[in-house]
């Protein structure tokens, strides 16, 4: 560890600007693992993170802190995802998973949710949408000590009559 801290040192940062990197890159590969193990279930290439669509999605993501509520940006040229958990405690395995829950309500024969899912499975055919190849996501504990969750997908899914895989 002395040789890590003195690496952030030797560049300027410091134990906490290292630590706080290595929480981010262990955000992002659980994000990614959530979303690309649903992903590989289906037979479609797993995704890449994309630096610049986290950007906006932290962006719109720290906009939401003191309305800590689900609502879709004005970013429409990307697909989304949002998620409030209550309390502060959550990861974002916990988080991103519960978009991919929802798959257990698609059917793909009918190419709609089936069941008595309760919030749809858009969600879920978002996370597994073939032709989306990138994701960058943003998370936040709320004033109100929720957690928000926004991840933005490029491109799109979940348009036209098509199925997402």
Same mark, same amino acid.
């Given at each position: 560890?002395?040789? *890590?801290?003195?690496?952030? $040192? %030797?560049?300027?940062?410091? %134990?906490? %600007?290292?630590?706080?990197?290595? !929480?981010?890159?262990?955000? #992002?590969?659980?994000? /990614? ?13 797993? /995704?890449?993170?994309?630096?610049? $669509?986290?950007?906006? @999605? ?13 609502? !879709?940006?004005? *970013? ?15 990861? @974002?395995?916990? /988080?991103?998973?519960?978009? #991919? =829950?929802?798959?257990?309500?698609? =059917? ?8 008595? @899912?309760?919030?749809?499975? @858009?969600?879920?055919?978002?996370? #597994? ?13 709320? =004033?109100?000590? +929720?957690?928000? /969750?926004?991840? +933005? ?13």
């Amino acid at each position: 560890m002395a040789s *890590l801290c003195t690496a952030a $040192i %030797d560049n300027g940062g410091t %134990d906490a %600007d290292l630590v706080r990197r290595a !929480r981010a890159a262990a955000t #992002v590969a659980e994000l /990614l693992s959530v979303h690309n193990e649903a992903r590989r279930a289906v037979g479609v290439e797993p /995704l890449t993170w994309s630096a610049g $669509i986290a950007g906006y @999605a932290k962006k719109y993501v720290e906009s939401r802190r003191g309305e800590c509520v689900p609502r !879709r940006s004005s *970013l429409f040229y990307f697909g989304e995802n949002l998620f409030v958990g209550k309390g502060r405690h959550w990861n @974002a395995t916990a /988080l991103a998973a519960a978009w #991919v =829950d929802e798959g257990r309500w698609y =059917d793909y024969g009918s190419n709609t949710c089936v069941g008595e @899912a309760p919030a749809g499975c @858009a969600r879920y055919t978002q996370v #597994v949408w073939r032709n989306t190849t990138q994701l960058g996501c943003g998370r936040i504990v709320c =004033d109100s000590g +929720d957690t928000l /969750l926004v991840c +933005d997908y490029f491109p799109a899914g979940n348009y036209g009559t098509g199925r997402p895989y």
